[in-house]
């Protein structure tokens, strides 16, 4: 079994940063793909960026050049950057653990935390 914890969201205005923390309990990091998914109220789960084991790293469209995922496995910590910040940002975000890297694509995972808000403000 494997917990996960997010923390780092909160309120910000368009063009902020943000770095949001995911920290695990449990099986160690090294075992799993990891990576960000989000939800806006009325939508789907929705993938946002992954990093492989061997710390591959792949990123939505609207992630990429903006966002940077990367994880510390000896800390079973993951994070998410998220530079210039726009309004359709905002959504919950949660922290996947998966065997299998193509599940976090599709908005699946083994694993997921309780999320972390992150409201962008115009």
């Known amino acids: 079994q494997v917990r996960l914890v997010e923390s780092g969201g909160g309120l910000v205005q368009s063009g902020d940063s943000l770095r949001l923390s995911c920290a695990g309990s449990?099986?160690?990091?090294?075992?799993?793909?990891m990576g960000w998914c989000r939800q806006a109220p009325g939508k789907e789960r929705d993938f946002v960026a992954a990093?492989?084991?061997?710390?591959?790293?792949y990123y939505s469209d609207s992630a990429k050049g903006r966002f940077t995922i990367s994880r510390d496995n000896a800390a079973n910590t993951v994070y998410l950057q998220m530079n210039n910040l726009k309004p359709e940002d905002t959504a919950v975000y949660y922290c996947?653990?998966?065997?299998?890297?193509?599940?976090?694509?599709?908005?699946?995972?083994?694993?997921w935390g309780q999320g972390t808000q992150v409201t962008v403000s115009s």
């Open positions: 449990g099986r160690t990091f090294g075992n799993y793909a």
């Open positions: 990093i492989s084991r061997k710390n591959s790293t």
């Open positions: 996947a653990a998966s065997g299998a890297l193509a599940e976090i694509f599709q908005g699946y995972a083994d694993y």
